[in-house]
């Protein structure tokens, strides 16, 4: 469809670039939503057409990652961050213990909250490597009283992702919020999967939960109402009124995702947006540097730095000046970063590798 | 502004009909916000554009309410019924107590959170009076231990709606999802106010929380993070990723509501359109029955019942057909309910009436 909307490259670590096919169906859809003379959002989430926007967004998810039918699908309201404090809270009152590996800065924020909640096993730890790898998945074990063994797929502001998962019996907990949806995953090992939607879901305010039956029957019973797992589930993400424009977003964009053929294209793409990038850092390796073992690099989120921290500064503003935004590294790493998730066209990574070009050509 | 746009008067309790002019800007601004080549919901949360918009809501619910300065404004995920448990678990856990009032269908989900936490007293139970009245504020006293007062300022099922507050010392903590911006409040009284954002205030998916500094100091440490208020105030409502398009609705609404004329235009509309419907019901009194209490009678949510269920049902079928939705009652209580928040135009309650009319006198 062409089209004449002002648009540049977005490659925002999240809230992100979404497609731009959903941004057009929203402002069509807007203020009028299927002719019922309101918005969607001023629906009760009662009604039947926002509930079948729920239903099919659950669906959705269920058919492009292929959910195992004993997990359900929910949304709620608080992003990642909330599940952080969440999960220990339904699974390790009462003196347990859980399994964490410390990946980066993401990871830190999930164990600080377990942490508070029980004890806390700490069965890997990058500190010392500055967390720039992970260990060999095969490797990694799990301690018999450990309940579950938190990873965080895709360490969002260390650009590192884990490739593959422990073999472990014991269940997996995982922050998959800057990857999910970006290659294939065998769910089975996983007995929670969150993830905050602003990266390939759709827009900030809600998270994905995929949660094994098996999990929801070891939430307690004494836990204020949100905090329960059991509750969602009994209320299909509508146990409170939920967000209901996240999740129609999420519909839209998984109708795309899936039009574009699903979690196999996603991945061919997040290959090749990424290869396009860690090739250019390569092609100037005197100039760019890219601080992450060459095994767990992120197809999600390539971080480098440039000689010098001045150069870092004039690269991110150059760039803007080239419709190429959102590429300072976070504050608290420094260097710059390129957020490239699903709804990034290789045209973006394209013109971002050749203007790296440039750039090392004229700097270096 | 003349707009074509196909709209019908939308009774719904929540979500619930926005100002139309609101709507309108939703979709002239997407899909590109402010000529920035992305719409708001991809920019990043801490871009100085999002930044400007919350800092703008904030300001403008400063403005509106006049909130006192040592009052904080927050927008944080989860809604209402987060806060039914947050406030529990920031101030009556290590077996401290709170009085509570029980006014019906939300307060009964108030107390049940805070009775898993602490100790709940009620100063106050309309269970024998099926929730048609309140206690005269004047005569609320609270309990020498009662670290709060809790009450639902408008029951938007039961129709039922506090007029004044108790004159007390201990801090006020309420619910005012249903009626807040509606009227003139002095929240000097008050701890903490909570409101889910889908009725006065914008779309599902955000509570707007006052919070006074002297309850924030009472947050305990050792909570997960996401639960404690001293993070969301540290944070600016930013401690995580927040619901970035609801508080840029909030925004939009807030501006819309200040250029009608504010809280004291919100009052007397809502005054207009309650009595409009009230006097309605007492034309036809041996047809339409309210049961709510005068004096304790809703400006937001108008309750009433026709001489059968059947009548109900057919009386909200033929409405529907005459371009007004969402009367049904709610599940737990039958009748008809007509929520008629701030952005209902008048035209809206003056067809109401006029089809109550015609109802009455076609099967009176």
Sequence with gaps: MPTTTHRIHNFSAGPCTLPL???????????????????????SHRSKTV??????????????LAVPEDMHVLFLGGGATFQFGMIPMNLLQGGKSADYTHSGAWAKKAIADAKTVGTVNLVFDGTD?????????ASVRAGDDAVYLHLTSNETIGGLQWKDFPAIDTPIVADM??????????????????????KNIGPAGCALVLIKQSV????????????????????????????????????????WLKAKGGIAWA????????????????RHAGFYTCPVDERYRSTMNVVFTTPSADLDAKFVEEALAHGMSGLKGHRSVGGCRASIYNAMPIEGAKALAGFMDDFAQRNG
């Design 21 to 43: 096919e959903v941004l057009e169906q929203v402002a069509d859809q807007f203020p009028d939503y299927a002719g019922e003379g309101m918005s969607i959002i001023e629906m």
């Design 51 to 64: 509930a079948g926007v729920f239903e099919e967004a659950q669906s959705l998810v269920r058919e492009l």
């Design 129 to 137: 490597a500055n967390f720039t790898t992970l260990p060999d998945p």
């Design 177 to 198: 919020s800057s990857d999910i949806m970006s290659r294939p995953i065998d769910f089975e090992k996983f007995g929670i999967v969150y993830a905050g939607a602003q």
């Design 216 to 255: 929801v029957d070891q939430c307690p019973g004494d836990l204020i109402n949100y905090l329960n797992y059991a509750n969602h589930v009994k209320g299909q993400s509508m146990a409170n009124t939920p967000p209901v424009f996240q999740v129609y977003l999420i519909k839209l964009v998984m109708e």
């Design 267 to 282: 991945k061919d793409m997040a290959d090749q947006r990424s290869q396009l990038l860690y090739d250019a850092v390569q």
